[in-house]
């Protein structure tokens, strides 16, 4: 019987390892107020986009009003009392060269001077910190990204602080965003085992380690990113380390929580490659038929690889040059043990 032959096509293939994770945003805000008030209005749509700096929320500004011009009338009343106290150590600096006043009141007029310069820095900064809780009346986005609904409505009085103040909206980065997967133990060695023979960068290092992504919906991996951390342990129960990739997100598809794939550059090496229609399933096993020099077909078990420009990848079982037989597998005859006739044949990869 004839059938259709051709050694496998050898080729330095780069390997993607497959890891599946959700996206994170890069940052996550929670929006409080720093000062206590009534909110007077709020000054966004739920859910909108906003850059760093748009006002969200307004908070009653007239009882902080009334403190920074408190504030103020102290720094007067302090500042008239320094310069009463200036004067008062001017007269008695010249009263004591004439020895008209004693050495103890001008010693009491300098200290009072003194006292009344502290009290006046002080004023100064209860006004500043007037001024500053008036400014904090405003609620602004401190970040650029995507905010939530409000948590309060307008007209609610609100705590703010430093502790126990109310939660007013939380706002999430879009662009990049941030791809978090989990990579199991034994590939976590094995890229440690290529980096220390030179054959892969580290994770850890400077040198870029690309990755590309898919979504649930999507065939190709278009997306395209970086790693920018892995953890420095791994779990005791799952046995696997956290890593993280950045990803450019400029259409703002994705959005934080959705699952994609993931390929991570796992290293070159040279491959042997053959069609996936020259592989068959023997139980938990797969098996390539080949011809021998004598034409009797052979079932060789291979450990098969990834898919590379169309071809399978076999990472052992058969040597590049074996005969492997590429058509008559649906045919009952070709199995081992059956003399055939080779007709030479051809593998070629497509093209990207």
Do not use: C
């Not at 706002?171 to 941030?178: A, C, E, H, K, N």
């Not at 021998?292 to 077909?297: S, T």
């Not at 005859?333 to 990207?352: D, F, H, L, S, T």
């Amino acid at each position: 019987m004839p059938v259709g032959v051709a050694e496998p096509l050898a080729k330095r293939v780069t390997q993607w390892d497959e890891y599946s994770g959700r996206f994170e945003p890069v940052a996550s805000v929670e929006v409080r107020a720093r000062v206590s008030g009534f909110i007077d209005k709020l000054n966004f749509r739920d859910g909108q986009l906003v850059n760093v700096g748009d006002l969200l929320f307004t908070i009653d500004k007239r009882p902080f009003e009334i403190a920074v011009e408190s504030a103020a009338a102290e720094v007067a009343r302090t500042k008239a009392q320094v310069d009463l106290a200036e004067n008062q150590v001017e007269r008695s600096a010249a009263l004591i060269k004439s020895r008209n006043i004693a050495d103890q009141e001008h010693d009491q007029r300098k200290a009072n001077l003194n006292v009344a310069r502290a009290q006046q820095k002080a004023a100064e900064a209860g006004e500043k910190t007037a001024e500053l809780n008036l400014d904090w009346t405003e609620v602004r986005a401190p970040l650029a990204g995507r905010i939530s609904d409000r948590k309060v409505d307008a007209g609610n009085l609100i705590a703010g602080g430093q502790t126990g103040a109310t939660l007013l909206a939380t706002i999430v980065s879009l662009d990049p965003i941030r791809f978090v997967f989990d990579i199991s133990e034994a590939d976590y060695i094995r890229y440690q085992r290529l980096f220390l023979s030179g054959s892969r960068p580290s994770e850890r290092g400077d040198t870029v380690i690309p990755v590309r992504i898919r979504l649930s919906d999507e065939t190709d991996w278009t997306r395209t990113g970086r790693i920018d951390f892995v953890d420095n342990t791994l779990g005791s129960r799952s046995g696997t380390i956290r890593a993280r990739a950045i990803v450019d997100n400029k259409d703002q598809l994705l959005t934080p929580g959705i699952f994609g794939r993931l390929q991570l550059f796992g290293g070159e090496y040279d491959a042997l490659l053959i069609p996936d229609s020259a592989v068959i399933s023997d139980q938990a096993r797969k098996i390539v038929f080949t011809v021998g020099a004598d034409g009797v077909v052979q079932g060789k078990p291979v450990v098969l690889g990834p898919l590379v420009d169309g071809l399978r990848v076999v990472r052992s079982g058969i040597t590049a040059t074996d005969k492997v037989v590429l058509d008559g597998l649906a045919n009952p005859m070709v199995r081992p043990g059956v003399k055939v006739v080779p007709q030479k044949g051809e593998i070629v990869a497509k093209a990207n």
